[in-house]
């Protein structure tokens, strides 16, 4: 007779909280889930300490594309599936800008301000079609960037095609870099929080099935508006970012790149964990940099890379990572 | 308010297509009553059910509910109001544990108002609830995925998350539908004293022994028409009743 063989897999025999009780055994448990929390934290911290130039831009750009990713992640766990995450972006820096250009406020005080309305006028736009679902949501969040662009294209408002130039930088570039990777982090772990929290279960049951949110008297089409001023706050903080690091304000803002790069993140990291979104953006934009040497071959060699993990990984590489650090594998003789 | 009509219904139409699923149906419900409403398959019940709370727009006609228009409002906003239902095909979490299921109506504005504008603790009043319709907290059933869960329960469950809101109207619709004889006689008693506690209970159910033990009054649909109201033993009698459940016109010689 032929012998057969499976994998079996075995959680790692540690129940670290019960609900509302902390119970850790031991320092080596402690290890054991402080390692994947702390990690990133102090890489990044690290990082923003050595690298410098170049690179340290790199690292600023690589952390506003994961706080793209992840404002994506968190429209798309109730259920709002987005293809404009650009219009967040360019909305944030336009904001940033003007107030930079035409009132002369400082950075600081743009940033928090354009974070804010750029929430909340990101919201205010897509509250009108948030009935909308799936794709019929995603065509207009596609096509809303396209239509601003267009306007300040054809009206010449806010420097027309020409955009803004010699906006007021951040004090320092370590300071900047360092500002991006804490709002990066703040955002990732803050998001992780919500959603484990009951508002995050209402949000994700929206998602699952909203009929039955409904009949539990909770205003869906609410909430959903809620999750939009928290998505394009996070957003907008990114435009109005970019906008005083690179001193310059354009259309370029509400490029189509903003919206792409975000779903191919949260796609190849696996939605729904924040975390994976946020690591394969620190992966994907020094990978599309340091692809910039090959010229035109660049974006195809990308678009290969992309195209084989999805069909190598479909869960995605942080779900893939979590099950191998947290589970045994072993094979096992099937009888 | 004794004597005047919790939930009005008036000349209820909806059609879907060329299928006339509801036509001018009324009714009146007086609080604290128990109706059962019955009907051969594709009669037009669920439909009824689905008007009533807002999941479908009636193309005309008109549902009063402590003589407040509610016709066309939003799910939520008459779930909000004070009317809950379960669903015959139940719509509940199945990757979360039993409790957390009931955490979603307990985030809602209602509940806030109830409990005096605070939300408090909501996973001890999810299952202080859930042991009360028999999910036995000593022995961890509702810590339990609710996929996990066999039918009955998964019954229970819908029907837990609809009292979490503290409704006035209760509106079951088939909620014995695959439930065995022992899991009917254990739920039964705990509907008929909600209903003694002053809950107002519309159900729908094809199980006509256990509902007319319960039941104040009957209505009986079919074609989306009514064809008899009354209680159990008058609508029994019914010709046209016993022609709708018996199918066609035969003649027996």
């Not at chain 1, 304000?249 to 975390?275: E, K, N, R, T, W």
């Not at chain 2, 008459?78 to 409790?99: D, H, K």
């Not at chain 2, 008058?234 to 003649?251: C, P, S, T």
């Amino acid at each position: 007779m032929e012998e057969a063989y499976r994998k079996k897999r075995l959680d790692r025999g540690i129940k670290a909280r019960a609900d509302t009780i902390f119970a850790v055994a031991s320092s080596k448990e402690m290890f054991y889930l402080l390692l994947p929390r702390a990690l990133p934290v102090v890489g990044l911290l690290v990082l923003a300490i050595v690298l410098d130039g170049y690179r340290a831009k790199v690292l600023v750009y690589a952390c506003m594309y994961g706080l793209l990713a992840l404002s994506w992640d968190f429209m798309a766990s109730c259920g709002l599936f987005s293809l404009g995450q650009s219009l967040f972006f360019g909305v944030g820096a336009y904001l940033a800008g003007a107030m930079n250009h035409y009132l002369h406020w400082p950075p600081l005080v743009t940033l928090p301000l354009a974070s804010l309305f750029g929430g909340l006028t990101c919201a205010a736009l897509l509250s009108t079609v948030v009935r909308l679902r799936g794709v019929y949501f995603a065509m207009v969040t596609l096509m809303l960037p396209i239509l601003i662009m267009k306007g300040i294209e054809t009206t010449g408002i806010l420097g027309g095609s020409h955009g803004i130039a010699s906006l007021s930088p951040f004090p320092n570039d370590t300071f900047a870099t360092y500002l991006a990777v804490i709002g990066f982090l703040f955002c990732l772990f803050a998001f992780r929080r919500i959603i484990h929290s009951d508002y995050g279960l209402v949000l994700m049951a929206i998602k699952d099935d909203d009929r039955a949110v409904m009949s539990g008297g909770i205003n869906i089409y609410w909430r959903k508006t809620q999750a939009l001023f928290i998505s394009g706050a996070v957003g907008a903080f990114a435009g109005a970012m970019m906008t005083h690091h690179y001193q310059f304000l354009g259309m370029s803002a509400f490029a189509l790149d903003y919206s792409i790069l975000p779903v191919a993140a949260v796609a190849l990291g696996g939605q729904g964990s924040f975390a994976g979104a946020a690591l394969v953006s620190l992966i994907l934009v020094p990978l599309s940099e340091a692809l910039r040497a090959l010229g035109g071959l660049r974006i195809a060699i990308y678009c290969f890379i992309l195209i084989g993990s999805l069909i190598v990984l479909p869960e995605g590489i942080f779900h893939y990572l979590a099950r191998k650090y947290h589970q045994f594998e072993r094979t096992v003789e099937v009888k | 308010m004794e004597g005047a009509p919790l939930l009005k219904v008036e000349r209820l139409n909806k059609h879907f297509g060329g299928v006339q699923a509801i036509s001018g149906v009324s009714f009146e419900l007086k609080r604290g009553e128990f109706l059962g409403v019955i009907g051969p398959n594709g009669s037009g019940k669920t439909t009824l059910v689905n008007l009533i709370t807002g999941f479908v727009k009636p193309n005309s006609g008109k549902v009063t509910y402590g003589g407040k228009n509610i016709t066309g409002k939003m799910p939520y906003t008459i779930a909000g109001l004070g009317i809950s239902r379960t669903f015959q095909m139940v719509r509940l979490f199945y990757n979360l544990p039993a409790y957390k299921n009931l955490i979603i109506p307990l985030c809602s504005q209602r509940v806030k108002k109830l409990r005096g504008g605070k939300y408090g603790e909501k996973d001890d009043a999810a299952i202080d609830l859930l042991d009360d319709l028999g999910f036995e907290r000593d022995s961890f059933v509702p810590y339990k995925m609710a996929g996990s869960l066999p039918h009955g329960y998964l019954k229970r469950l819908d029907l837990a998350r609809a009292m979490v809101l503290r409704p006035d109207v209760l509106i079951l619709d088939e909620l014995f539908s695959g439930m065995s004889m022992s899991e009917v006689a254990s739920t039964l008693p705990m509907i008929e004293k909600f209903n003694e506690e002053g809950l107002t209970i519309v159900m729908i159910e094809h199980r006509l022994k256990e509902l007319f033990r319960v039941v104040d009054r009957v209505m009986v649909l079919n074609f989306g028409q009514k064809i008899a109201e009354g209680t159990p033993q008058e609508v029994m009698q019914n010709e046209e009743v016993k022609r709708a459940y018996l199918g066609v016109d035969i003649e027996i010689s």
